[in-house]
Structures are given as C-alpha cells and as structure tokens.
C-alpha cells in the first residue's frame, strides 16, 4: 500500500468557468487529464478523497465524483481499494514471445517487485503431473508470487516445476524472475506452448490485486521447454486488463 501523502494541484483550478455554458465536471476532468498527460501528476500519485476535493474546489461531491470518473474512464486514473484514486502507472504491453516478465518489466524501467505468497513442495496431482511429465504423486515445487510495478499489483504468477529445481530459494524469487533462476542452473528454455484467456476473479485474487470482486481478469497458461525437449515449468498466471496487454504481430500466409 503506497504510504505517499494524497495530492491536490489546487493552482490549475483556481479559474473554474462557474457561469459558461461547460459543465463543471467537465471543466475539473479536462483539468485533470492536463495534468496528468503534463506530468505534473506523476504515475502512482494518489490523489485526496473526493470530499476533500470537493471543499477545495467548493463544488458538489457529485461533480467531484464525475470528474474523476471521466479520467477514470479514459485510463488515466484508477481506483485502488483501500488506497484511493491514484494516477495510473505506464500500462504495461508485454510480446507474446518467451520472456521473463520481470526482466520485461526492468527493461521498460517500470520498478518491478516481488511478493512470495507460496513457496513449497507438494505432490503432483494428476492434472499437473502429465503437464510436466512426471508421475503423479512425484514430488515438485508450487511457486506463486505477487508482482507489481512500483506498488501497483500487476500479476498473480503460480508456477509448478520439477523436483531438480527445489532448491530455488524465496530469495532469488524476491530478487530476480523465475527465469534468471532457472538460467542459473543450466537450462536453457527453448519453446513454450502458451494459451491466452479470461476469467472472473476469485478466492484472495481480489484483495491481493486490489480489484473488485468478480471482475475481469487475463489469464495465461504455459508449459515451456528446455533445448532438449523436457518440461521445465507450468505456468498459470493472471494479469489486471486496467495494467496489462499483450502484443503480437500476425504474418499472412
């Protein structure tokens, strides 16, 4: 949760048209949008609540209320339970190609940061198990991690491995991504079989993502392989859509 003071640029508001023909709302929300575009609200700035404003500006809560959820719309703002109403971070559009979305998120210099909500070693199901081509009951390691950019939650990352790769600690996964772990120790990934979707939130996805309840989210499924042909790892992620886009070129045959 981000601890940053809430922000007002009160000196862009102090000419309010209050008797022409623009609606107020309007007027504070085109405000905002310069602002913000300007960079004079930065990402991941957190703005006062919407009683605050509305004193500030001596206007209505409702126009208030409006305004923010015209910029709300247009995907410069965003609502974050518990936090506020916050400028939004660059929107991250990763290619659909064999990357480590830490290492996409550190080249496009947007802070990433790792939480490990799991780390452990559990018996294969029988579903996981034929994924990584092990026996069921076959001992491999459960990884789910929290990231985001900045203090933004982005992503919910749940990966199943091998038992050759337990000794992957919290740390390097605090630290570095998934796949610098796995270079590490030798392997080098070649090819993975990746399925792109959509599902509504569940379970503490919600609260860890700080989204609504039952809302949208992208979601990926990956198995990918090394040079020689073996499984290495089984992805299943899931992605906020207001934070995260995926990008692909498509080529006529």
Known sequence: ?????????????EDLDRNGPIPLYFQVAQRLENAIRSGILEPGARLENEIAVAKHLNVSRPTVRRAIQEVVDKGLLVRRRGVGTQVVQSHVTRPVELTSFFNDLKNANLNPQTRVLEHRILAANSSIAEKLGVSPGDEI?????LRSTGDIPVAILENYLPTAFVDISLEELESGGLYDALRARGVVLKIANQ??????????ESKLLEV????????????????????????NHCYRPDMYNFETTLVAR
């Open 1 to 13: 949760m981000s601890t940053e003071a809430p922000v007002w640029p009160a000196e862009l508001f």
């Open 195 to 204: 399925k792109i979707g959509a599902r509504r939130v569940v379970g503490d």
């Open 212 to 235: 609504d309840e039952g809302g949208p989210l992208l979601t990926v499924e990956r198995v990918a392989l090394d040079n020689s042909g073996q499984v290495i790892e089984v992805g």
């Open 141 to 145: 390691l459960l990884i789910r991690r």
